[in-house]
């Protein structure tokens, strides 16, 4: 069952004809609206007509995060303001978010591309599907809610936070979709089996993204809850969910290549690498109007095949991800990079340096527990003294990530000092 | 009329309490008094110790968390109600106790106790009016 049969089972000849199309159009675009873009390809020589087709996609420079923060919050926007009908945010490196925006075309550009993932997963205009993502400025809520729309299937508007309710509508509207992160609906599988309720739901697929997870976890929640669970994968930059998404045979996840082209590259040397091969996924976005990227650089490491799938459709599949070539943690489904807590930490007066992260999973639910020595300098006599100094760090902490933090205060020296750059982040979770 | 208490943080991990001690110890310091205060996680050692600022560098010197905290330590007659007859003193103000804890070394039928207050300058005009004996670091020292 496909989606958008024509787009999504094209050969590839007329595939690489339609993407040369639009990625010259773009790169004609960004060089014209975007004063970052054009001054990046000046300081290599480069115009826009020297990029003729996808084969010379390689030539165009890299877009990382970093660009994005220097034109915060609206400087790589390649449309007036007016015609954005949207934006939304991620976390940067640093306390300034990732801003990215939509025009209406491109908001329906993303329903669509969610749309076929859901297909994917079974999901017609029949369904009830409850959306159990974050809504507000992370894109997994309205990403997942438009998509849900678009097919016309019967959108719930869960949001996360409320497990209790959300059990309670599944069995009560007789949901048979959800769409959330792993480690959530695999929380809500144990509450669901605890309470004796698998029986008396109607769910049959899951959509879950916005965070990696194995293929045993993914086997897990199908058992759990005798469901097909389905791994959707994307970004705010380059658009949110939806990006791509594993079919029924779950060998990888279709990209959704008429509007994005990936390309692996090495983190260390950036040249492509072998068909095949792991290394640095890369996207260029060759239809979105508010905010083109050029080769943005992903920092998800993965492998790309190109043989046609089982399920018929011709599009390239990314394999299940293997890291990641920064430091960036995703934490229930938000990003975290330790910069941003350290930054937290020293604005919190009197606060050591010295601190580690620890991300563990306790029940399918992450936890987040960052550990700061206590020095000289700023401990107290009194009990009350050090407490307030728990509340200060973790609500500081909670409005750069907007995760609350279990913070323990530790003796000094505990932490251990490294020889060259410190080690400040333990992840307990298997997720690859 | 002050004396110097040790505030030490540690964790709650085994054996801890005991390197604390042992570092004392090893720095020739007597320790006359001690409390624990705890939290699932983490507690606070208070002392009271022949040479406060020793094993406060001591301390420091093995990577302990550690400072001196001014308190008041007063002998009381060991007997029915001295202890309440001068806390009535402290509770008429507006000074607050933090903590206090006894001083275990006796003499002469006397009892002792280390109080923190929020104002400590004035509780000890209070308890030196009402016929209180406050001991300094000095006769600390000497116990």
């Known amino acids: ?432 | 009329m002050q004396a110097k208490q040790l505030s030490v943080f540690i964790e709650n991990r085994e054996g801890r309490l005991d390197e604390v001690l042992a570092v004392v110890a090893k720095a020739n310091v007597n320790i006359l008094s001690l409390s624990l205060a705890d939290t699932s996680e983490y507690g606070l050692l208070r002392l009271i110790v022949s040479d406060p600022a020793k094993a406060d560098a001591a301390l420091r010197a093995n990577g302990f968390s550690s400072m001196l905290t001014d308190v008041l330590v007063v002998r009381l007659d060991n007997k029915v109600g001295s202890l309440q007859a001068f806390l009535s003193e402290i509770s008429k103000t507006e000074i607050n106790l933090e903590y206090m804890y006894g001083l275990t070394i006796e003499k002469e039928g006397k009892a002792s106790l280390v109080i923190k207050a929020s104002d400590l300058k004035k509780a000890s005009e209070i308890l030196l009016s009402s016929g209180a004996e406050l001991l300094t670091a000095e006769d600390i020292a000497k116990l």
């Open chain 1, 1 to 432: 069952m496909y989606w958008n049969e024509k787009m999504e089972t094209m050969s590839r000849e007329e595939l690489t004809a339609l993407q040369s199309e639009r990625l010259v159009a773009t790169v004609k675009r960004v060089y014209e609206k975007v004063p970052a873009y054009r001054a990046k390809m000046d300081a290599i020589g480069l115009k826009p007509e020297d990029i003729k087709g996808v084969q010379d996609l390689s030539k165009l420079p890299f877009t990382t995060k970093a660009d994005l923060r220097d034109n915060y919050p609206f400087g790589l926007f390649a449309v007036p303001q007016d015609e954005i009908v949207r934006v939304h945010a991620s976390s940067g490196t640093t306390g300034k978010p990732t801003v990215v925006g939509y025009t209406a075309k491109d908001i329906e550009m993303w329903s669509e591309c969610v749309a076929r993932c859901m297909t994917m997963a079974g999901i017609t205009k029949k369904d009830i599907v409850q959306v159990a993502y974050g809504y507000g400025l992370f894109t997994g809520g309205l990403g997942a809610h438009y998509g849900a729309e678009y097919i016309g299937a019967t959108t719930v508007p869960m949001g996360t936070g409320n497990t209790q309710k959300l059990v309670t509508l599944m069995k009560d509207f007789g949901a048979t979709a959800i769409a959330c992160t792993p480690s959530y609906l695999l929380h809500i599988s144990e509450v669901l089996k605890e309470a004796g309720e698998i029986g008396n739901l109607k769910l049959r697929a899951a959509v879950c993204g916005a965070e990696p997870w194995t293929e045993e976890m993914r086997l897990q929640i199908e058992r759990n809850l005798h469901i097909h669970a389905h791994d959707i994968y994307g970004l705010s930059e380059v658009m949110g969910p939806g990006v791509a998404c594993d079919c029924e045979y779950h060998e990888g996840l279709h990209v959704c290549e008429d509007y994005f082209i990936p390309e692996i590259i090495s983190p260390t040397t950036l040249e492509p690498v072998a068909p095949g091969e792991t290394g640095e996924l890369v996207f260029t976005t060759i239809s979105k109007e508010g905010l083109p990227l050029i080769r943005y650089r992903t920092r998800d490491l993965t492998s790309i095949t190109y043989d046609k799938c089982k399920c018929g459709r011709t599009t390239c599949r990314i394999s299940r991800f293997k890291g990641r070539s920064d430091d960036m943690l995703i934490i229930r489904g938000v990003n975290v990079f330790p910069s941003q807590v350290e930054e937290a930490l020293l604005g919190v007066d009197g606060v050591s340096p010295h601190y580690m992260i620890l991300v563990d999973r306790v029940n399918n639910l992450d936890t987040l527990e960052i550990m700061v020595e206590v020095d000289g300098k700023f401990f107290s006599d009194e009990i009350k003294g050090l407490e307030s100094l728990s509340v200060r760090i973790g609500k500081a902490v909670q409005q750069m990530i907007g995760l609350n933090a279990k913070i323990k205060l530790v003796e000094p020296r505990t932490i251990e000092r490294s020889m060259g750059k410190a080690v400040h982040v333990i992840d307990k979770r298997k997720l690859i």
